[in-house]
Each structure stands twice: as C-alpha cells, then as structure tokens.
C-alpha cells in the first residue's frame, strides 16, 4: 500500500498515511485538534489548512471548495494562496512523485489559529438547590468470627450473616466481588468493608475500613462537552471536575447529524459509542487526579443528556429519534454495571442514566427540572437551556410543559460565516457606538478575534439593532453611508473587526445578513415556543415569576441584550436569573438522594410534551417573533424605557 507522509507546521508532528486519506483523518492521527463543526462534510469551512510544500500530492480544488467560494464562506483568493479544506482535500497518487518508492515525499502544511480546536470555555457550575445526602450506595465495616473446623461456615453465608446483624437482609452478590471475596476477608484478618448498592446488592469488599473513602460521579453528556461532578457521598460535597469537548463532535456538529453518520456507516454506532465513552473516561480521568481519589472508589453513576447522547450512550439504535413521530426506545430510567458500558470505575459500581420526556426533551430536561425545583415550587417558573439543542420549560407545582425548538447551534457559532465556540480569541462582548457604528468588543483570553461566539452574536445583533445598522425585520441598512457596512459578492455584512486587529488569516471579521437571519430563526424559535406555552397556560408576562436561563449560553449572555433581539418575553430584568449546568447539577442530585432519583421518574411522567411543529399558532408566533424584537412591538413595553434614549430608536419603531 502506497503511503505518503504528512508534515503539520508549527508543530513539526510528522504521520505517515495511505493515499486516498484526506488531511484531517491526518490530522486526527497526528493528534492535531482541528475545527470541524460539519463533521468533515465541507459545509462550515472551518479546517483550512495552507498548503507549505507538496501540493502536486494533493487533489485540485473540490466541489466543496468550489460551493464555499460561491456562497462567500471561502475565496478564490484563499485557495490560490495554498489555503485548502483539510476535510475534503486528500492525498493522491502522484505517479512521477511516487514512481521510486512506496513511501514518497512530504506534504507540509501549517495550521492557522482559527483552524485549530482550543481549550472551550466548558461551564461547569450551576444553580442547585440543597439536598440532603442519602445516597444508595453506603459502606459497612464488620469483624467476623474466623471459621474454624467446629464451624467451617462458606465465606459469603459468613458475610451476609454478619450483615443481617446490621439490619441488612437478604443481600445478592455480583462475581466480580464474590471472585475477590475470599482475599478481601482474610488480608486484614476478617476485618472488612462491604460496598453495598440499594441495600441488597454487595458491589465490592475491600479490607479494612475504609467507610470514609466513598465517591460518586454525575455526568452530564451535551452535544458539544462533558462534564463530570466527582463527589463525596459520606456528605454530597463536590471535590473534582471533569470535562473535554463531545469528541462525537468530529463526527457530527448536532445530534441529526450524529443520529445521520449512525445510519449510513455499518459499523457507526459502534463507532460514536466508542468515542463518548473513551471520552467519558478521559473525563473521569481527570476529576479523580485532581482529587487524588482512585477509580476503584467511585461506586456509582448517574447520566444526563439529551435523548440522542441518551440513546449513543447506550448504545440504542437513534434512527427513530430522527424521524416522525420521534420515538425514543425507552422513557424510564436504567441501572446498568460499569463494566457493561465500558466506563473505567469500580467494576460493581452502577450506572444510572436518568429518565428522558420524549424524542427531542431528554434526562438534562429532567436534570434542570430537578436542581431548579420548579415543579415542586407554587410560582410560575420559564426556563430555557439553549445548547446545539434548545428546551423550553413552563410551569410550577400545578403543571409542567416542555417543548423543543430547533435554535442551538446558531448560538453556538455553527452555520454563521465567521461563527465559532467559546475559544479563545472568540469574540464574546461587543458594544457599538450609535452615532460612528464605532465597535469596541472583548475576546475569550484576550487574544486577536478568530471568530465571535454565542454572547458575542447576541450583543452584535442587539448593537446593530439599537445603532440602527439593523431593521425591525434583520435587514442590515444599506442607506447608512459606514465603511463598516458594505456588499461582498452582493451580500450586505457589517465589519466588527479589520484584518489588522484579527488572528492571523482571519482576515476582515464581519456579521452578514444570513448570519443575522440564523440568529433570527433561532430567537423565534425559542420565543415561539415559550409564548405557545404561556397561552396554553392563560399566562401573561406578568405571571411569570421567575426565567431561568440554563447552559452554557444562558450562563454568558447579556440578558438585557437577548431580550432586545426577542429572544424571551418581556419578564422584569430582576426576573432572570442564569443558572448554569442545571442539568448536571441535576445528575449530582440524583447521585447523592434516592428521593431525588424517584422525583425524576416522576417528574418525566408527568410533564406534558408539546410538539411544537403540530401546535396550530406556531407558525404566526415563529413569524412574528422573527422581527426585532417582534413584530407586535407593545409585546416589550419594557424595551422602550431601556432605549428610548438612543437616537436611533424612534426611526427604528417605524421601520
């Protein structure tokens, strides 16, 4: 088999591959991160690589270089300058190159900053009210009598009978701590320590006491991270954390598309379950060295995400969860061993994955429900988590709704030409004088702009909407005479960032007018569904008590910049509240209260799901919420004492 090798600049990390491999499979052997948000589809542009030396080895220009030029997200002039999409450029026989050797010449290429896959601002705190610890993993020392010739009692009949002493009663035992029960009793002369699970399985015995040593993991599975909460079960203190970027990312920028590679390729679920599992034991990894705690001693588990990681997770054919009526396989919760999904913590230990609501509404919904208590508490309650997917929730101790609405990857930098995640030199705040549309704006680590992030794209979007650079209707104002607003290949785009102040190979940072429209489809989405929910419930703005804004994105937007694009109703600014990883402090929850585990088989059952896309009003509620910030501009009475001030605001009422 012909090979070539691979040289990536400024790293000097050398691959050797078979030809016919394209230049990110290169990368990824070589362990050189690399953007990827179509999961090497060569729709989002965002693995460029330059071209040093060896180009003749390369394929000429692709149909996917070729349609990114023509919708603006690439240029003719980039790709004469050696810039090529690592996803669908591959090696190629070069007969003259390779005509001598089996293993021919170099291809050296450099990886430019805003190519590379940085270290994501990964949230990891949350909102979370107290919990009392009852876990239901305990820990029990005993002493036993030692057998004798009089009294050659089986050891395991011994262990149980001692434990009944305690109150314990008829206990079952899995092999693997059965195989080392003989050792465990006899190392420290009888002396021992009895992992038990739910009062009636022993998951491990150890000698000696170690009662003090007991630890638990929650995880919570998003579309982009994963986070683990190591804890203390003794007491439900937090002491390490874990998190990496979904590795399943490379695969897939949101869960059709993941759903989608699970389908086409034979072996695909295999393949994403791999991943998500290699990548929760890396998480794992990590939270047990910081905390100086060994795997061994994690003797349990609990799992949220949304129903598509819910399904890879365990390895669940999703096919169904893609395609009306978008059935999940199960709804209920599970307890599964460790060492059956692969995850390197005590073997005993169990893994509880968390009930899920419906095919689009997973365990996370049910995580943020549970940490934030809203279905227990009488004030009526909106919630939002917006990730690559976007929950709504509405309700209080009466009722509980949920919908789901296609909006996160927007706020997630994907589909926008210059869009990215929290990394740094991401753009993330942004503000914009009204009267010289002069922009001042703040980068992830304080480095030159790569891109702009979710926060970044709401404060742009608010900005150019109060400068008057935008519309009530998203158009960008091409009658305001501004070197930042200009056509590119026809294409109206306003510049926030010059070529001089970017990372280099950035080039000119703008918004476009599809970019703007993205953010519009995903904010009607998400208001759409709140206000349908609202007039199912006879709900006003006024009703709602409190709006808890949930995830990653919640946690880092401005909240008076998303309500000035619509992108929630009108509630009083001391309303809102960011609550962060609900969800995985919901996991944390279930980890350390069996009553909390049960609250979330029932919270699933008794949340009603609404589908959005059959609810009658959605369609003139998504259409009006299009408009800034709606088109029903008495709907944010609000809005008018926040701005009124701005020179701009009365010219924009009548547009």
Same mark, same amino acid.
């Given at each position: 088999?012909?090979? +070539? @090798?691979?040289?990536?600049?400024?790293?000097?990390?050398?691959?050797?591959?078979?030809?016919?491999?394209?230049?990110?499979?290169?990368?990824?052997?070589?362990?050189?991160?690399?953007?990827?948000? =179509?999961?090497?589809?060569?729709?989002?542009?965002?693995?460029?690589?330059?071209?040093?030396?060896?180009?003749?080895?390369?394929?000429?220009?692709?149909?996917?270089?070729?349609?990114?030029?023509?919708?603006?997200?690439?240029?003719?002039?980039?790709?004469?300058?050696?810039?090529?999409?690592? =996803?669908?450029?591959?090696?190629?026989?070069?007969?003259?190159?390779?005509?001598?050797?089996?293993?021919?010449?170099?291809?050296?290429?450099?990886?430019?900053?805003?190519?590379?896959?940085?270290?994501?601002?990964?949230?990891?705190?949350?909102?979370?009210?107290?919990?009392?610890?009852?876990?239901?993993?305990?820990?029990?020392?005993?002493? /036993? $009598?030692?057998?004798?010739?009089?009294?050659?009692? $089986?050891?395991?009949?011994?262990?149980?009978?001692?434990?009944?002493?305690?109150?314990?009663?008829?206990?079952?035992?899995?092999?693997?701590?059965?195989?080392?029960?003989?050792?465990?009793?006899?190392?420290?002369?009888?002396?021992?320590?009895?992992?038990?699970?739910?009062?009636?399985?022993?998951?491990?015995?150890?000698?000696?006491?170690?009662?003090?040593?007991?630890?638990?993991?929650?995880?919570?599975?998003?579309?982009?991270?994963?986070?683990?909460?190591?804890?203390?079960?003794?007491?439900?203190?937090?002491?390490?954390?874990?998190? @990496?970027?979904?590795?399943?990312?490379?695969?897939?920028?949101?869960?059709?598309?993941?759903?989608?590679?699970?389908?086409?390729?034979?072996?695909?679920?295999?393949?994403?379950?791999?991943?998500?599992?290699?990548?929760?034991?890396?998480?794992?990894?990590?939270?047990?060295?910081?905390?100086?705690?060994?795997?061994?001693?994690?003797?349990?588990?609990?799992?949220?995400?949304?129903?598509?990681?819910?399904?890879?997770?365990?390895?669940?054919?999703?096919?169904?969860?893609?395609?009306?009526?978008?059935? $999940?396989?199960?709804?209920?919760?599970?307890?599964?061993?460790?060492?059956?999904?692969?995850?390197?913590?005590?073997?005993?230990?169990?893994?509880?994955?968390?009930?899920?609501?419906?095919?689009?509404?997973?365990?996370?919904?049910?995580?943020?429900?549970?940490?934030?208590?809203?279905?227990?508490?009488?004030?009526?309650?909106?919630?939002?988590?917006?990730?690559?997917?976007?929950?709504? /929730?509405?309700?209080?101790?009466?009722?509980?709704?949920? =919908?789901?609405?296609?909006?996160?990857?927007?706020?997630?930098?994907?589909?926008?030409?210059?869009?990215?995640?929290?990394?740094?030199?991401?753009?993330?705040?942004?503000?914009?004088?009204?009267?010289?549309?002069?922009?001042?704006?703040?980068?992830?680590?304080?480095?030159?702009?790569?891109?702009?992030?979710?926060?970044? @794209?709401?404060?742009?979007?608010?900005?150019?909407?109060?400068?008057?650079?935008?519309?009530?209707?998203?158009?960008?104002?091409?009658?305001?005479?501004?070197?930042?607003?200009?056509?590119?290949?026809?294409?109206?785009?306003?510049?926030?960032?010059?070529?001089?102040?970017?990372?280099?190979?950035?080039?000119?940072?703008?918004?476009?007018?599809?970019?703007?429209?993205?953010?519009?489809? +995903?904010?009607?989405?998400?208001?759409?569904?709140?206000? @349908?929910?609202?007039?199912?419930? &006879?709900?006003?703005?006024?009703?709602?008590?409190?709006?808890?804004?949930?995830?990653?994105?919640?946690?880092?937007?401005?909240?008076?910049?998303?309500?000035?694009?619509?992108?929630? $109703?009108?509630?009083?600014?001391?309303?809102?509240?960011?609550?962060?990883?609900?969800?995985? /402090?919901?996991?944390?929850?279930?980890?350390?209260?069996?009553?909390?585990?049960?609250?979330?088989?029932?919270?699933?059952?008794?949340?009603?799901?609404?589908?959005?896309?059959?609810?009658?009003?959605?369609?003139?509620?998504?259409?009006?919420? /299009?408009?800034?910030? &709606?088109?029903?501009?008495?709907?944010?009475?609000?809005?008018?004492?926040? =701005?009124?001030?701005?020179?701009?605001?009365?010219?924009?009422?009548?547009?």
């Amino acid at each position: 088999m012909e090979k +070539a @090798i691979v040289v990536f600049q400024p790293d000097n990390v050398i691959t050797e591959v078979e030809l016919g491999t394209s230049l990110l499979e290169a990368a990824k052997k070589a362990g050189i991160k690399i953007e990827s948000l =179509c999961g090497g589809k060569g729709t989002c542009g965002k693995c460029k690589l330059i071209v040093d030396s060896g180009a003749e080895n390369l394929d000429g220009p692709t149909y996917e270089e070729l349609s990114a030029i023509k919708n603006g997200k690439f240029s003719q002039k980039l790709l004469d300058s050696g810039y090529r999409f690592a =996803c669908s450029v591959k090696v190629k026989n070069n007969k003259k190159f390779f005509s001598d050797s089996s293993i021919g010449g170099h291809v050296i290429l450099t990886v430019p900053a805003e190519s590379r896959l940085g270290a994501q601002k990964i949230l990891v705190e949350g909102f979370e009210k107290r919990v009392r610890a009852d876990p239901l993993v305990n820990k029990y020392f005993v002493e /036993m $009598p030692k057998p004798s010739l009089a009294k050659a009692t $089986p050891d395991l009949e011994r262990a149980t009978s001692t434990l009944k002493g305690l109150g314990l009663g008829d206990l079952e035992i899995i092999h693997d701590a059965l195989k080392k029960l003989p050792d465990s009793l006899r190392t420290r002369d009888w002396k021992s320590t009895f992992v038990i699970w739910d009062d009636r399985e022993i998951i491990s015995i150890e000698p000696g006491d170690t009662v003090k040593r007991k630890f638990g993991l929650a995880v919570d599975i998003g579309t982009t991270t994963i986070v683990g909460y190591l804890v203390d079960l003794n007491n439900g203190k937090l002491i390490g954390i874990g998190s @990496i970027l979904n590795p399943q990312i490379s695969l897939g920028e949101d869960v059709i598309t993941r759903i989608t590679y699970c389908i086409q390729n034979a072996k695909g679920l295999d393949k994403i379950n791999k991943v998500i599992v290699d990548g929760l034991n890396e998480v794992i990894e990590e939270a047990c060295s910081k905390a100086k705690v060994k795997k061994d001693e994690i003797y349990e588990v609990t799992v949220v995400g949304n129903t598509a990681m819910h399904h890879l997770f365990l390895k669940l054919n999703p096919k169904f969860l893609a395609l009306s009526p978008f059935t $999940p396989v199960l709804k209920r919760g599970l307890d599964i061993k460790a060492c059956n999904l692969g995850i390197k913590v005590n073997p005993g230990a169990n893994v509880h994955i968390l009930p899920v609501i419906a095919g689009f509404v997973g365990a996370d919904t049910v995580g943020v429900l549970l940490s934030t208590n809203i279905y227990k508490e009488p004030e009526l309650t909106l919630a939002t988590d917006i990730g690559t997917n976007g929950e709504i /929730m509405l309700g209080n101790k009466d009722a509980m709704e949920v =919908c789901s609405a296609a909006a996160g990857p927007a706020f997630e930098g994907a589909h926008l030409k210059q869009g990215m995640r929290g990394e740094p030199g991401a753009i993330e705040k942004i503000s914009i004088d009204a009267n010289t549309l002069d922009v001042n704006y703040g980068t992830i680590d304080d480095l030159p702009p790569r891109g702009i992030c979710g926060s970044g @794209i709401v404060d742009a979007i608010a900005e150019m909407f109060l400068a008057g650079v935008l519309t009530r209707t998203g158009n960008i104002n091409a009658d305001i005479k501004n070197q930042r607003i200009r056509r590119t290949k026809n294409v109206l785009e306003f510049v926030l960032a010059w070529a001089d102040e970017t990372a280099k190979g950035v080039g000119d940072l703008a918004i476009t007018q599809g970019d703007v429209r993205e953010i519009q489809l +995903a904010k009607a989405a998400i208001y759409a569904g709140a206000k @349908i929910m609202m007039k199912r419930r &006879h709900a006003e703005e006024k009703d709602i008590e409190r709006v808890y804004l949930a995830g990653a994105f919640g946690n880092y937007i401005d909240k008076v910049n998303a309500k000035i694009i619509g992108l929630y $109703p009108d509630v009083p600014g001391d309303k809102v509240k960011s609550v962060g990883n609900a969800a995985g /402090m919901g996991a944390k929850h279930a980890l350390i209260s069996r009553g909390k585990r049960e609250e979330a088989e029932i919270i699933a059952k008794r949340t009603n799901y609404l589908e959005l896309t059959i609810a009658p009003q959605f369609k003139d509620e998504f259409i009006a919420a /299009m408009y800034l910030p &709606h088109s029903k501009i008495e709907r944010f009475p609000s809005l008018r004492k926040t =701005c009124e001030k701005l020179p701009s605001w009365s010219e924009l009422l009548k547009n």
